[in-house]
């Protein structure tokens, strides 16, 4: 069973950087890995993605402060964010996409608090 442990969430003054990692076990396929984000009353949006076959997508309102990595051997994604804001604040969720049957999982989130 494949699971996603999130760990690297906090609080951090605005501007400040921050970094979360997510760990998946269980999964012996390819698959991409994402992070997505939901702040309070909204809903839940990409953050940035990095695909199976080494392409990375991140939206163009946060490019420039976002970086996304992953290490296939731990099975492994990082999400680097600098010049944080208040409205970076929500809780991160790991994401995974099993290739090529799209078999989807979520962690549990890790809350990032951006304070002004």
């Known amino acids: 069973q494949v699971q996603l442990l999130e760990s690297g969430g906090g609080v951090v003054q605005a501007g400040g950087s921050l970094n979360l990692s997510c760990a998946a076990s269980g999964i012996d396929y390819g698959y991409n890995m994402a992070w997505y984000r939901q702040g309070e009353g909204k809903q839940r949006e990409l953050v940035a993605e990095?695909?199976?076959?080494?392409?990375?997508n991140i939206p163009d309102s946060l490019r420039g402060r976002i970086a996304i990595s992953r290490d296939n051997y731990k099975n492994t994604v990082s999400l680097m964010m600098n010049s944080l804001k208040p409205e970076d604040t929500g809780v991160y969720y790991c994401?995974?996409?099993?290739?090529?049957?799209?078999?989807?999982?979520w962690g549990k989130g890790t809350l990032v608090t951006v304070s002004s």
């Open positions: 990095a695909t199976f076959g080494g392409v990375t």
């Open positions: 994401n995974l996409k099993t290739i090529p049957w799209g078999s989807i999982y």
